[in-house]
Each structure stands twice: as C-alpha cells, then as structure tokens.
C-alpha cells in the first residue's frame, strides 16, 4: 500500500520526521514524502492513504482516484470541506489524542504560574529586585475544565495530586470522568458559579463558539483565573477585555485567541493580568511518534475493513 505523507511543517517539525517515524512502523508498505507540488499531486493519484493537514489532498481530490483514507494530522477539522470527501467516498480521521499529555502540562503549569505569581518574580529578576509578594495556592482550589475529550480529560488526571475539587462540562455528563462532579453544558453557569480557575479545552463548535461571553464572566467569581487551550472563539474576546479591564477576572492564560495571531495594537497584549502564548500549547516533539501510532493502526484496520480509530467521516 502506498502512503503519501503531503508537504506540511507542524511547530517546526519538517514532514520528513513523520514519514520516518511511518516507516519504523509500517515497514511492509511504501512512504512516499512528496517534496514538492508536483510529486504530491503525481502521489496523491496512485496512492491508497494520504496524511497531513489535508488541505492539499482536497485540492487534488478529484484525481486523486485511489485514495480510501484522508489521515489528518490535526486534532480539528474545521478546516476541510468533510463533505467533499464523504462525496468522494474517501475516510476522513483526525488526530485526537496526540495532544492530551502535553496540552494538559501546559495548563497546569498555567495555573501554578498564575497562582504563585511566577511573572511577577520573573519581572523582578530583570530588575535584580529582592522583594517578597503575596501568592496564592492551587491546593485546595476548584477547578472548571469546559471539554472532557482526550485533552480535558488529561488535565483532570494531572490535577489529581495538587489536592483540587475539579468540575467537568461535557455534552454527555453521564460518562462521568475522572472528577469530582460533571454538569452537562445547560448548566454551566452552575459549574463555574464556584470556581477559582476556568480550564477551557472543548472543539470550537457552533456550540461552543463565544460559549465564555458576558453573561458567564458575571457567573464566575472575579478572582478566578481563565485558561483558554481550546479554540480562540470560544471566549467573546471584548467581553474578556472588558473582564479583565475592570476586575471581574483575576487573570487569565491564553495559548488561543480571537483573532488569531493576536494584533500587536490589540489591548490583551497590555494587562498585566494576562499571558499569552502563540498557539504553541499542542506543540511536542513527540508529535509525529503519536500521529504515526493512530495511522499505523488505521492501517492494519483498512486491511480487515474494521472500524477506522477517530473516524469522522
């Protein structure tokens, strides 16, 4: 079976570390790394399975003749057209999962930071200033994780041992999970009427888009800090300025934003309150190693034509 792996640099990570992690893998069949966009289209017609974001194999899809599966490397896929290959009779999977680990570390330490006031100290060092401040703990805190797919779930694992009441908000809050208390998404306000940090970590769905808006900031107690690793929209962005402007929010952490990349004009960037990161939570260099694991087993599954592993097409 040939696999194209189409041109694509995830965080830095150039494509031709995931056709070798492929290779370890799937040994018995052909990685094929199209390097320019001439051998990606000659690939994408003869080739069985393509992986990479794919926005270049929906651009050829019409010749694309063999093609049976669309592996994306991406957890999300807003992006695509999922239509077009349903249409085309091509499977769609995504990435879920390959973010949990780090995804989940980037947010507790988002909320260690923020409590121990670790910008502050940082400020300090730049001066070579020797002065005591007050902080806070995160022991003995509640925390709101909005999302309990593969990265939600992590986070609440993590928290386990930082002695935390943690409350979940999922669609379907009979799973449960592993946490103290889950509420369905009609009754969020109830959830984050308590807590001391928000965690956002849900897709960005007609849903979930300005899900955090006014009227939840007056919900959530003015001390509790936000942290946003899901989809920028999913906060109202003037409702967070206007939150934090006036001391309805005790600070927040963002790694998504609305728009994104955050204008160097825009007002978030100048509180004080607020860190922002570029995007840059999902990144890891086991990245590619986790992506290849998903399609290694797809694979084996096309051949007995079982049930494709995050399938969403």
């Known amino acids: ?148 797919g593969a990265i939600g779930t992590a986070v609440a694992e993590r928290l386990e041992p930082f002695g935390v009441e943690r409350v979940g908000v999922r669609h379907t809050p009979e799973k449960g999970g592993p946490l103290e208390r889950v509420y369905g998404y009609d009754d969020l306000h109830e959830a984050v009427a308590g807590a001391d940090h928000l965690v956002c970590a849900c897709p960005l769905t007609d849903e979930t888009a300005g899900l955090i808006d006014r009227k939840l900031f007056a919900t959530l107690p003015s001390h509790a800090s936000l942290v946003n690793v899901a989809r920028g929209p999913v906060v109202e962005t003037d409702a967070l300025v206007d939150a934090v402007r006036w001391n309805r929010i005790g600070g927040a952490f963002l790694d998504v934003t609305d728009p994104e990349p955050l204008p160097p004009d825009h007002p978030l960037w100048r509180f004080e309150d607020v860190r922002i990161t570029p995007h840059n939570a999902g990144h890891s260099p086991a990245y590619y190693e986790r992506t290849a694991d998903i399609l290694a087993e797809n694979v084996a599954r096309l051949a007995d034509e079982s049930s494709l592993q995050n399938r969403v097409v």
């Open 1 to 148: 079976m040939e696999i194209v792996v189409t041109r694509q640099s995830i965080h830095g990570l150039p494509a031709s570390d995931y056709a070798a992690a492929l290779r370890d893998r799937l040994p018995a069949h052909e990685i094929t790394l199209a390097e320019t966009p001439d051998a990606e289209a000659t690939a994408l017609s003869r080739a069985r399975v393509a992986t990479g974001s794919g926005r270049r194999a929906a651009t050829h899809l019409d010749a694309a003749t063999e093609l049976e599966l669309l592996a994306c490397v991406y957890a999300g896929t807003n992006h695509l057209d999922l239509s077009a290959f349903e249409t085309a009779g091509v499977a769609v999977t995504n990435a879920a999962g390959v973010h949990g680990p780090n995804v989940a570390e980037y947010v507790v330490c988002a909320l260690i930071s923020m409590a121990r006031d670790f910008r502050r100290a940082t400020r300090q060092q730049d001066r070579r200033e020797w002065a005591s401040y007050q902080c806070r703990e995160l022991f003995d805190s509640t925390v709101c994780v909005v999302g309990l």
